[in-house]
C-alpha cells in the first residue's frame, strides 16, 4: 500500500483556512461576495460587512448554505466612527481575524473638472481610508500572532486612466501603495498585503457602464479572453492570497483581469 499522501491532503496543507476568520468589506454583493464565498468553502469563518441588511442577510444564507460559519456587520465605511464601530462588531463574532479583504467601495465618476469636496471626500474614506483604518485595527494583531493577510480589491484605474477615472481611480492607486507600505511594516511577522486587480467585471458597483451594451463589447475585446469578468473569477485568486501557501507573495498586484491589462 503506498505512504504517498493524497492530492485532497496535500492540497489543504497548501490551501486549507480552516480554524481563521476573515473579514470581508463589501461582502454582500459582488467581487466581495464571491470572495466571501470562496473564503468559507475552503474553512475560515467569515464576518461579512456591508451596509444594506437585506443583502447581508442573503449573504450570509448563502454561506451557511454551504456548510460555512458566518455572521454579518452592517455598517457604514464612510466615517471613521463608523469603520471602528464595524472593526469591533466584526471581532466580536469570531474573534481577532486572520485574513481582512477590502472590497467596499463607491464608485461615483464626474469629469475631473467637476469633481468637487464631497465626491472626492465619499470616495477617499470608502475606498481607501477605511481600508487604512481597519488595518491599523487588526495589523498589529496579527503580527503578534505570526500570521496575516491584508487583501485589498483595487482597479485598472489604478494603473491607467479610462472611463472618466477621476477621484476612484486615485483611491485605488492608492491602496496599491497601501498594501506596500502595510507590507514593508509586518511581512517580516508573517502578515502579507497585496492587491487583487480586476478589469472591467460585471457587478452592481459597474452598473452604469453595464447598462450600455456596446461599450460592454468593447471592453471585453480588449481583454485576450474575449470576455469581461464575473465575480466567481477572483475565488481561487483570493483563496491563494489568504492561504499558507501564498506566504512569500507580499506587496504585489495582482491582475485577474482576462489579460485586460496585457493587451
Same mark, same amino acid.
Given at each position: 500500500m503506498s505512504d504517498r499522501p493524497s492530492p485532497a491532503s496535500y492540497l489543504s496543507e497548501l490551501f486549507s483556512? =480552516?480554524?481563521?476568520?476573515?473579514v470581508v468589506t463589501g461582502g454582500s454583493s459582488g467581487i466581495g461576495r464571491a470572495v466571501a464565498g470562496a473564503l468559507g468553502r475552503a474553512g475560515a469563518s467569515v464576518v461579512v460587512v456591508? *451596509? *444594506? %441588511?437585506a443583502e447581508l442577510a442573503a449573504a450570509v444564507r448563502e454561506l451557511e448554505g454551504h456548510g460555512?460559519? !458566518? %455572521?454579518a456587520v452592517s455598517a457604514d465605511l464612510g466615517t471613521r466612527e463608523g469603520v471602528a464601530r464595524a472593526a469591533e462588531e466584526a471581532a466580536a463574532a469570531f474573534g481577532e481575524p486572520d485574513i481582512l479583504v477590502n472590497s467596499a467601495g463607491v464608485n461615483l465618476r464626474p469629469a475631473m473638472g467637476e /469633481? #468637487? @469636496? =464631497?465626491v472626492? @471626500? %465619499?470616495?477617499m474614506a470608502v475606498n481607501l481610508e477605511a481600508p487604512f483604518l481597519l488595518g491599523r485595527r487588526f495589523g498589529p #494583531?496579527? %503580527?503578534e500572532r505570526g500570521f496575516g493577510r491584508l487583501i485589498h480589491i483595487s482597479s485598472q484605474q489604478a494603473f491607467r !486612466?479610462? /472611463?472618466?477615472s477621476g477621484a476612484y481611480g486615485v483611491s485605488k492607486a492608492g491602496l496599491v501603495a497601501l498594501a506596500r507600505s502595510q507590507a514593508e511594516a509586518w511581512s517580516p511577522r508573517g502578515v502579507t498585503a497585496n492587491t487583487l486587480v480586476p478589469g472591467f467585471v460585471m457587478t452592481p458597483l459597474n452598473a452604469r457602464v453595464s447598462a450600455d451594451p456596446e461599450l460592454v463589447r468593447t471592453l471585453a475585446g480588449r481583454t485576450l479572453t474575449?470576455?469581461?469578468g464575473l465575480p466567481e473569477d477572483f475565488a481561487g485568486a483570493a483563496v491563494f492570497l489568504a492561504s499558507p501557501a501564498a506566504g512569500y507573495v507580499t506587496g504585489q498586484s495582482i491582475f485577474v483581469d482576462g489579460g485586460f491589462s496585457a493587451h
Open positions: 483556512l =480552516e480554524g481563521r476568520v476573515a456591508a *451596509r *444594506r %441588511a460555512c460559519r !458566518a %455572521a /469633481l #468637487g @469636496d =464631497e472626492w @471626500d %465619499a470616495t #494583531g496579527m %503580527a !486612466a479610462s /472611463l472618466t474575449g470576455r469581461n
